[in-house]
């Protein structure tokens, strides 16, 4: 009887509680991984309330976990669920470490929050630890201000999660452009795992109308896009 040669795994969590920039970098990344490799599997863990609208690549799939929404007071809520937060993110935990367990993935990418929303991808992380699946800490190539993300950093003991539990941290960007974590009181054990990817190109569309306020501009201009 013929043996069957297990695929790879790629899991993915995104960071989903407020926009739409966390859960567009997650399906650009997986995208991109099974592009260049179309023997992997890349799962997307995500509360997005749009994820399901997104295109994906075959290969990859999403497990749609409860949402949560920031509220004006900057606490956190129940996106959709009549129940208190505390018992949806226990949910979420809950959701992500069994996925993590079932799926067992060969790589573990955690898009920007290195514990997750409220430490929920901790039992995950510490399970796959355990197992020996690397695990990688994702992060865009601007970051907070320094004070601020210091402060967040250490209200929510990211430091030891970074030192004891990652094993690489992919910066989405160039050094010569931006280093995120200047500024960050992290140790050099920490700093050393910091992998600089540079960027993915994406392409434009073949057909697409050009506004006419582009058609106006003579000389150089600025750019600016939304987004944070």
Not at 6 to 23: A, E, I, N, T
Not at 64 to 69: A, E, L
Not at 204 to 227: A, K, N, Q, R, S
């Amino acid at each position: 009887m013929p043996t069957s040669t297990r695929s790879k795994r790629v899991l993915l969590y995104s960071h989903d509680s407020f926009g739409l920039g966390h859960v567009s970098r997650c399906r650009t990344i997986a995208n991109a991984i099974v592009e260049a490799d179309q023997s992997v599997s890349v799962l997307i863990l995500s509360g997005s309330p749009v994820v399901g609208s997104y295109e994906f690549r075959s290969g990859v799939d999403f497990v749609r976990i409860p949402g949560v929404v920031k509220i004006d007071t900057g606490e956190y809520d129940s996106a959709n669920l009549r129940m208190n937060v505390e018992h949806t993110l226990e949910m979420r935990t809950r959701i992500i470490r069994d996925t993590a367990d079932i799926f067992r993935p060969d790589l573990f990418i955690v898009d920007k929050e290195p514990l997750g929303l409220r430490g929920e991808v901790g039992p995950a992380l510490r399970l796959l630890k355990d197992r020996g699946t690397p695990l990688v800490l994702g992060l865009r190539d601007v970051m907070d201000d320094p004070a601020q993300l210091a402060k967040e950093w250490e209200r929510k003991n990211v430091v030891p999660a970074l030192r004891d539990l990652y094993d690489e941290i992919w910066v989405y960007g160039l050094p010569q452009i931006n280093k995120p974590l200047t500024g960050i009181d992290v140790p050099p054990s920490v700093r050393h795992k910091m992998v600089y990817t540079g960027y993915l190109r994406r392409e434009l569309p073949l057909h697409g109308d050009v506004p006419h306020e582009m058609e106006e501009v003579d000389g150089p201009f600025i750019l600016v896009t939304p987004g944070g």
